[in-house]
C-alpha cells in the first residue's frame, strides 16, 4: 500500500539545522511531484517547498535561502534541509506526493514534529 514515512524532525536550537527525510513507498515517484507542507499549533496546514518530477524546485517565501528541497528518484526519498532555523518553523512537517498529470490523486504523510527553542 501507499506510504509516506517521514523522519528526521526533534528539537533544535534557534541557528541549528536540522535534515528531514521521507521514504515513499507503494507509488510511482518519479512520477510524482513532492513537496513539504507544516502546520503549527491552531494554524492552518502551509506550503513549505515544492520539487517536480524535473526537479525545478519553489519555495515559501519564509524558507526561501534556508531551507533546501531535494529528491532522490533511486531511493524514492524527498528531503527537506533546513537551516538557520527559528522559533517559528516549530511545527509539523508533512509530506506530500502528487500525481504529475492529475489533481485527485496525492498522498500526505503523518508528520514529523520540529520544535525549535533554546
Known amino acids: 500500500q501507499v506510504q509516506l514515512v517521514e523522519s528526521g524532525g526533534g528539537l533544535v536550537q534557534p541557528g541549528g539545522s536540522l535534515r528531514l527525510s521521507c521514504a515513499a513507498s507503494?507509488?510511482?515517484?518519479?512520477?510524482?511531484?513532492m513537496s513539504w507542507y507544516r502546520q503549527a499549533p491552531g494554524k492552518e496546514r502551509d506550503f513549505v517547498a515544492l520539487?517536480?518530477?524535473?526537479?525545478?524546485?519553489n519555495y515559501a517565501d519564509s524558507v526561501k535561502g534556508r531551507f533546501t528541497i531535494s529528491r532522490d528518484n533511486a531511493k524514492n526519498t524527498v528531503y527537506l534541509q533546513m537551516n538557520s532555523l527559528k522559533p517559528e518553523d516549530t511545527a509539523v512537517y508533512y509530506c506530500?506526493?502528487?500525481?504529475?498529470?492529475?489533481?485527485?490523486?496525492?498522498?500526505w504523510g503523518q508528520g514529523t514534529q520540529v520544535t525549535v527553542s533554546s
Open positions: 506530500y506526493a502528487k500525481l504529475y498529470y492529475s489533481s485527485s490523486v496525492y498522498y
Open positions: 507503494g507509488f510511482t515517484f518519479s512520477n510524482y511531484a
Open positions: 520539487i517536480t518530477r524535473a526537479g525545478i524546485k
